[in-house]
């Protein structure tokens, strides 16, 4: 999940190292029949993130 939320962020800006890269395809592929699943709880991890942080600007304006 760690892997694929680094890459729904700005790839440029937090792309994977080449490591990385070879463990996020190799766990695409051990978990094939599980990886819908693993995206929709990075994405949804990573708009909780946003939330959170969101929350938090706004309460300390």
Same mark, same amino acid.
């Given at each position: 999940?760690? $892997? +694929? /939320?680094? *890459? $729904?962020? +700005? #790839? !440029?800006? %937090?792309? $994977? &190292? #080449?490591? &990385?890269? #070879?463990?996020? +395809?190799? =766990?695409?592929?051990? $978990?094939? %029949?599980?990886?819908? =699943?693993?995206?929709? !709880?990075? #994405?949804?991890? *990573? /708009?909780?993130?946003? &939330?959170?942080?969101?929350?938090? /600007?706004?309460? +300390?304006?």
């Amino acid at each position: 999940i760690y $892997l +694929n /939320k680094r *890459l $729904l962020r +700005n #790839e !440029q800006k %937090h792309g $994977l &190292e #080449e490591d &990385e890269a #070879e463990s996020y +395809n190799r =766990f695409a592929e051990l $978990l094939g %029949h599980m990886w819908g =699943f693993i995206t929709q !709880q990075a #994405e949804m991890q *990573l /708009k909780q993130q946003k &939330e959170k942080k969101k929350a938090d /600007k706004d309460r +300390n304006i």
